[in-house]
């Protein structure tokens, strides 16, 4: 049951409205941004909420029961908002978001609640951002377990698969001499070719800090990224860069030593091999 303060009921009762409708956003490093599309700020129960010409909601498809609830929303990009380093980095991934409306001749009467949730896929295209809202009932629908295969379901290096990558070749830092949305140089990269393939980079500063990207090729001196950076990292910016793993296990065994955490099922008969007997 939603609620609401006895103002904002009279507001809504007005044959003539002055709503306006609020984006509140609260990212995992406790970052939160509000947002309106309201021509001028608002501050609402505390929080500002930013006026932004351009934010077009979806319409809420609020259901009963265990289905999930829908809503999306775009708007221009924006670096004292929602900027695009912001999404590559991933800062906006599973935030949490409150949908509501509030009288904008009275924001001190509160907000009225319409719908709650968390970002799911945000994507960009030109100048503009779109996400995806997903409501809670939609954490219900995830698969929980362990998919059983020849293939590790461990994440390369974490608890579960045991590998120590501090002080062993296969994590170092460097810094960026020169750099392209898709390569990085680095002359102190002294590695052979094909060391850090299918890998991961990690940009430790400046905007892109955070920024999590996949390596498709690696040579003495330099790396290619598998996608372009949304922007170019400048000279003297700080990278992590980890060997890759294709989670076989031969893998495991030979370039790792860990055969004995392998979190997979090697000896899996192939379903295909089955049906041809």
């Given at each position: ?26 990212r ?35 259901r ?39 009288d904008?001749?009275?924001?001190e ?6 719908a ?11 100048s503009?951002?779109r ?11 995830q ?9 590790c379901?461990?994440?390369f ?31 102190a990269?002294?590695e ?9 980079l ?9 920024l ?34 294709d989670?076989?296990m ?28």
């Open positions: 049951m939603r609620t609401t303060s006895a103002a904002l009921a009279a507001a809504l009762a007005r044959p003539l409205g002055s709503l306006a409708r609020l984006w509140r956003v609260e995992h490093d406790g970052v939160v941004i509000g947002l309106t599309d309201h021509d001028r700020d608002l501050v609402v129960e505390g929080t500002l909420y930013r006026a932004r010409a351009g934010m077009v909601p979806g319409a809420v498809d609020a009963t029961g265990l289905g999930v609830d829908g809503l999306d929303v775009g708007g221009p990009l924006d670096d004292d908002a929602v900027s695009a380093a912001d999404i590559a980095c991933g800062r906006f991934d599973d935030a949490r978001v409150d949908f509501a409306i509030t904008w001749t009275a924001p009467a509160g907000r009225l609640l319409l709650a949730g968390r970002i799911g896929e945000i994507s960009i295209t030109g503009r951002w996400a995806e809202l997903r409501g809670v009932s939609q954490r219900l629908q698969g929980i377990g362990i998919a059983y295969g020849p293939d379901t461990a994440d290096a974490d608890a579960r698969c045991g590998v120590t990558v501090a002080g062993t070749g296969f994590e170092v830092d460097g810094v960026i001499a020169a750099a392209t949305a898709t390569a990085i140089a680095d002359p990269r002294t052979t070719a094909g060391w850090f393939d299918g890998g991961r990690t940009i430790l500063d400046g905007v892109l800090a955070g999590v990207a996949d390596v498709a090729i690696s040579t003495p001196g330099g790396i290619v990224l598998a996608r372009p950076l949304p922007t170019t990292p400048p000279a003297g910016c700080g990278y992590r860069l980890r060997v890759g793993c989670k076989r031969a893998t495991c065994a030979a370039r790792f030593d860990n055969a004995a955490s392998f979190r997979g099922f090697p000896f899996t008969p192939d379903p295909g091999a089955l049906e041809a007997e």
